[in-house]
Structure formats: structure tokens, C-alpha cells
């Protein structure tokens, strides 16, 4: 079967010596600074990208899928340890497991979380390997309206799904996408809203934005929040859960997974809408929800499956459409964008030692992150203890030095600086950055496929209406959209998300 | 009556849209058919300040709890970590990475948060080595070392 010879190159690719240590210390790296509070997947990436520079395309994209679930997997760490989400597709895995180690079950709730995580990162990988292909040989059928409209669907999609103002959350996209269109325009070569600054006349660099907004301004407001901060209490003991955690914790991780599996292909899906959405259903399926809260182990179980198959299968639809899902893929578009890797449905056949050599080193990198977390745990805890005054600025340094050698120019570093005061007050004034930095990726991408569709129809916007299937994705972003006016869904919506509190 | 952050979240909108139709007056709009370079800015633009009025009339009829109306904002957190990023810029090119470094380290006293000197001094000056060894000599990156 074509899966199986497919796989076994990706092993090929995967398992040389190189790749593995690329593939380890990018779990390790993304580990090590997911787990320091206030950072997630987003800024770690951003903060790691440096060190992918001058590696070859695929040890580079081994490495920063790496960074990923590590960042990702540190997250759950910090949740579970100090009650502080790194990100936050790990805030409801704090609500129980941080309570679970308070009752001195620290160690159970990493050890689930590990496991759950490995077991979904299995499944997940395999559904990549097999729903990419098709997707990307499905997308040769669309033309430039489908891709306008699926698009259009992703962005509303990912406002709906996140929380917060719907009607912000929309303006934030545009917004995005306003800074995405500045620089020089791709088809005439005319440059647009560059204030006559040499900079910016390439446009605005990605990470100088998502390290700003991520970087900078989450530190200012962790600095700002203090009492938020607490210790990890307690040594860990026990790390290996009983037959009976594991009778309970196995179906949520299976059901975690599917779910996962399934949010994380959807545009606008991915870790968090996973999590969310497992963490309720373990809920209302449990015999005595009052449980949850109080340390249920399927309260850990269930999201962190969830989270790592979203994340994982939210490498789909970025592989194989070139359209970012969430802004943590949108991120990696960038970053292969500076290895001349453009991810799209040619990618795929194009460079396949490229593309199932990552796809196995995602399996290879989960097991590695069971090896290392459930011994290193200790390191992660003294790692937890150190006093912010001495953290932050060395995570300062690390992004400063980061934007500084994207182009090696302080010009972006001042930029970053812009930004991340911008990000701190859109954060005050209750707007989410992250569907901004998901139009910034999609802004560009949407004007050129929306100008060549008009074009093609000799400017009739009926187009997007008479062919079916951007019509059918037209038709589920408008009812996205009726969905959140009708009152009950709303409610329904919110209370999803309200475990936040 | 909304909170304060509702108000100003529409304003921003408001703002941001205005300020991007003013900056986009001289790009040429075309039509549907024959877009010019200005037909998705404008439409973005208008869309924001749409979005901007939306969030001013919603928060006209909404009535929030009393204790989220004021928009308070952490000045020294934020003043201090925007002049240790501006700092790193502009000291780099002029002091180099160590020295750089080591200073935005030692900033940190400034942040309100517990600390003790010798420990804070330690830091900075490791850090000053690690990142140095770490970024110019094993990542090999274009970084200015030694001032000049």
C-alpha cells in the first residue's frame, strides 16, 4: 500500500542520526521554555526560530515541529504544576489537575497527561498521513473562488471558535490583514501603506509581529499581574497511575483523541477548541460530574489527548491547503516561508522525503517527549521556582536577539517593541490578538485569490454563489455567523468557554 | 452604559479604520473587475470602522458589573520592558551583545519584582556569556560582540 511505502521513507528520513537530534532537541527547547509561565507555542516558536536558521529545510522543519508539541506539552506541565496555563489550550487542564496535585497526585496528573498525550500524537500522526494526501489532491479541484471562500469560512470559523467578542474578534481579523497588506503589493508591484519607511517596504516581518504581541506584551502582563504567580508545592513521588486512574483515564483519552482528531482539521480549530470541547463532553458523560474541579483524572486525560491531536491534526489543512488553521500555524507557515518551503497541495508531491520525514519525526517526537518530561520533571519544578525578576529578562533577551536576526537589523527589534505596547492595550481593552495574527498571515493571500476570482468573472460577484462548492463554503460561514445572533447558541458559546474562570 | 474597555475598543476600531482609508487615499481603487491596489484596503478599512461603530452602540445598552468599568493599565511593567527592548536595539549596534545583555539583565531590578543583587548581578553576567557563546560562536549568528 502506497501509506506503508510512504512511511517507511519518512522513517528513512526520520531516523538519521542527524534528524533524531534535531527532532530531540527541539521537544527539549520547546519544553524548556513552554514550561515557563506566560509563554506558549506561539511565542516559543517565534523565540526558537534563530536556532533553526542555518539548518537544512527538513532538520529545520523536524525542529521547529518539535519546539511545537514540546511548547505545547510544557504548557500542560506549568497547568498542572503551578496552576498557571503556559497557553491556552492548557487551561482546563489546570482546573483538574492542579487540583490533583494538591492532593499530592503531581505526579499521576504529568504521567496522564504524558501518556494521554503520546497515545493521541500516535493517532493523530496516522490520520495525517492519511487525510493530507486526499485533502491536497482535493484541493487541485479548487479554483480561486473556493480558495476565496474557504478562506473567508477559516477566518470566521476561528473567530466563532475562539473566545471573546465575535464583533471584535472580526475587526481584529481585519485589522490583521490591513497590516499584512502593507509593503509591496505581489501583482503590480506598487508599494502601499509604507509611510515612505525602507523597512517595511518588503512588508512587516511575521515574527516581529507574533513576538511582539506574544513576546513582549505577555511578559508586561505577567509582570503586571504578580500575585497570579505561585509555587510548585511539594516533592513529586508517584509517578505511575493505578489500574484504577487507568480505567477511568483510558476512554477520555480515546474519546479526547477522536475529538481532537476531527476539531483539529476544521479551519479555525486546532489545541484549544480540542481541549474545550473534551473537557465538557467528559463532563456531562461522567456518572458524578461534581468530580471535575476537585481532581478527576479524566479531567486531564480527556483535553490533553484532545489538545495534542488538535494541534497535531492542525497540520493538515496547513500542509495540504497552505491555509493556516490557527495562528500557531500560521507562525509555521512563516517559518518554512524562510526556508523556501511553500506548504500548499503541491507540497506534498513535490517534496515527499520532506513531507513524511516531518509527519514521522511528529510520532518519534511524542515518544521523546514521554522519555523526557516523566524523568525531567524535577528540572521543570526548580525550573518553575526561579523568581520572575530573573526570568523575564532573559526571555527579553532571547526575543530580542530572535527578531534582531531574522534580518539583522534593530530596526525590527524597535518594531517588536511597537508591537508589543500595541498588544498590551489591545489585551486591556478586551481584544484578542490572535485572530489579528491569523489575518496578518491570510490578509495577502485572501486579496490575491479574491482578485483573480473578480477577475475571472469579469467583476460579477454572483460567482462566489453559482460555482457549488465555494457556494457550500459560503453557505457554512454564513451559518456560522447566524449561529452566533441566535441567543441560545450564544449562551451556549459562552458557557463553553466560562471554565476559563 | 458599556466599561470603559468596550468604549475604547470601539474608538480603536474607529480610529484604525480611519487612519487606514486616509493613509490609502492615493491608491488607486479600479473597480471589481480591474481592482487596483486600493480596493482591498479601502474595503478593510470601511469594515473596521463599521465594526468600531458596532462595538460603540452594543456598548451603549450593555450594563456591566461595576468593579470591570475602569481600564486600569500596569505603567511600570510596561514602560520598563518597552525601554529594555528599545535599549537592546539601540545599545547593540554600539555596545555589543555581552555588555548589551547584561545591562537589560541588570534592568530587571527596575521591575518591581523580589529580587536580591548578587543574584541578579550572577545572572547578568551569565547571561551575557551564555547568550554570546550560545548565539555568535554556536549559532554562528551575524551578532556585534565587542564594542567598537
Known amino acids: 500500500m502506497d501509506l506503508f511505502s510512504n512511511l517507511a521513507l519518512g522513517f528513512s528520513v526520520a531516523l538519521t542520526l542527524k534528524n533524531l537530534f534535531y527532532c530531540f532537541a527541539g521537544a527539549l527547547f520547546g519544553t524548556l521554555i513552554g514550561v515557563l509561565p506566560g509563554i506558549g507555542p506561539l511565542a516559543t516558536i517565534a523565540m526558537l526560530l534563530p536556532i533553526t536558521f542555518h539548518l537544512e529545510p527538513t532538520g529545520a522543519l523536524i525542529m521547529l515541529a518539535g519546539i511545537f508539541y514540546g511548547a505545547q506539552y510544557g504548557g500542560s506541565t506549568t497547568a498542572i504544576l503551578v496552576n498557571l496555563p503556559g497557553e491556552s489550550s492548557s487551561v482546563v487542564t489546570a482546573l483538574d489537575g492542579y487540583q490533583m496535585a494538591r492532593q499530592g497526585r503531581a505526579g499521576i496528573a504529568l504521567a496522564t497527561a504524558a501518556l494521554a498525550s503520546f497515545f493521541a500524537g500516535c493517532v493523530a500522526t496516522i490520520v495525517i498521513a492519511i487525510a493530507a494526501p486526499a485533502l491536497s489532491r482535493m484541493a487541485l479541484l479548487f479554483g480561486p473562488p473556493e480558495f476565496t471562500a474557504l478562506m473567508v469560512m477559516g477566518l470566521i470559523a476561528a473567530v466563532v471558535l475562539a473566545s471573546g467578542s465575535i464583533v471584535a474578534s472580526i475587526g481584529m481579523v481585519m485589522v490583521g490583514m490591513l497590516l499584512g497588506l502593507i509593503g509591496t503589493d505581489v501583482t503590480t508591484g506598487e508599494q502601499r501603506f509604507v509611510f515612505g519607511i525602507r523597512q517595511i517596504y518588503d512588508g512587516i516581518d511575521f515574527v516581529v509581529i507574533a513576538m511582539g504581541l506574544f513576546g513582549v506584551a505577555e511578559i508586561i502582563a505577567n509582570l503586571a499581574d504578580r500575585h497570579a504567580r505561585e509555587l510548585p508545592s511539594g516533592k ?4 505511575m497511575p ?26 479555525g480549530g486546532g489545541a484549544l477548541v480540542s481541549s474545550f470541547a473534551s473537557y465538557s ?55 518554512m516561508t524562510i526556508h523556501g518551503i511553500t506548504p500548499g497541495p503541491k507540497f506534498l508531491t513535490d517534496q515527499p522525503t520532506l513531507f513524511w520525514g516531518m509527519v514521522v519525526s511528529m510520532w518519534i517526537g511524542n515518544m521523546i517527549l514521554v522519555i523526557l518530561n516523566l524523568p525531567l520533571v524535577g528540572i521543570w519544578v526548580k525550573l518553575l521556582k526561579i523568581p520572575y525578576a530573573y526570568l523575564f529578562p532573559a526571555i527579553l533577551v532571547f526575543c530580542c536577539v530572535g527578531v534582531y536576526s531574522i534580518n539583522y537589523r534593530v530596526f525590527d527589534v524597535f518594531l517588536m517593541a511597537g ?23 491570510l490578509g495577502p493571500m485572501v486579496e490575491e485569490q479574491f482578485r483573480r476570482t473578480l477577475l475571472l468573472s469579469d467583476g460579477d460577484f ?22 452566533m445572533a441566535l441567543p441560545s447558541l450564544r449562551k451556549g458559546r459562552e458557557e463553553a468557554f466560562r471554565e476559563q474562570d | 452604559m458599556g466599561t470603559q474597555q468596550q468604549y475604547l475598543s470601539g474608538l480603536f476600531f474607529i480610529a484604525f479604520g480611519a487612519l487606514a482609508v486616509w493613509a490609502g487615499t492615493d491608491l488607486t481603487i479600479g473597480t471589481a473587475a480591474d481592482m487596483g491596489i486600493g480596493y482591498t484596503p479601502r474595503a478593510l478599512a470601511i469594515g473596521c470602522v463599521a465594526v468600531g461603530c458596532l462595538l460603540l452602540v452594543q456598548a451603549f445598552f450593555s450594563s456591566p458589573a461595576d468593579d470591570e468599568v475602569q481600564l486600569s493599565i500596569a505603567w511600570r511593567p510596561l514602560l520598563l520592558v518597552t525601554i529594555m527592548v528599545i535599549g537592546f536595539a539601540f545599545l547593540l549596534p554600539r555596545l555589543g551583545l555581552p555588555l548589551t545583555v547584561a545591562l537589560m539583565t541588570g534592568a530587571a531590578a527596575f521591575s518591581g519584582e523580589k529580587f536580591h543583587w548578587p543574584a541578579l548581578g550572577a545572572i547578568a553576567a551569565g547571561m551575557a556569556v551564555l547568550s554570546t557563546l550560545l548565539f555568535s560562536t554556536a549559532l554562528n549568528l551575524q551578532i556585534p560582540v565587542w564594542p567598537f
Not at chain 1, 242 to 267: F, M, N, Y
Request: charge should be positive; proline fraction near 8%; hydrophobic fraction near 55%.
Open chain 1, 236 to 239: 513529586i513521588t508517584r509517578l
Open chain 1, 242 to 267: 493505578t489500574k484504577e486512574d487507568v480505567i477511568q483515564a483510558a476512554p477520555a483519552t480515546v474519546r479526547g483523541t477522536l475529538l481532537g482528531s476531527i476539531l483539529g482539521v476544521l479551519p
Open chain 1, 281 to 335: 463532553l467528559e463532563k456531562r458523560l461522567a456518572k458524578d460530574p461534581s468530580r471535575f474541579g476537585k481532581g478527576a483524572i479524566e479531567g486531564v486525560a480527556g483535553p490533553e489527548a484532545a489538545n495534542n491531536a488538535g494541534a497535531q491534526a492542525s497540520f493538515i489543512p496547513m500542509l495540504a491547503l497552505g491555509i493556516p488553521p490557527n495562528a500557531v500555524m500560521a507562525l509555521m507557515i512563516a517559518a
Open chain 1, 419 to 441: 508591537f508589543g505596547v500595541f498588544g498590551y492595550f489591545l489585551r486591556r481593552i478586551g481584544c484578542e490578538p490572535a485572530p489579528m495574527v491569523l489575518g496578518f498571515i
Open chain 1, 462 to 483: 454572483s460567482i462566489f454563489l453559482t460555482r457549488p462548492l465555494s457556494a457550500a463554503l459560503i453557505g457554512v460561514t454564513v451559518a456560522l455567523l447566524l449561529m
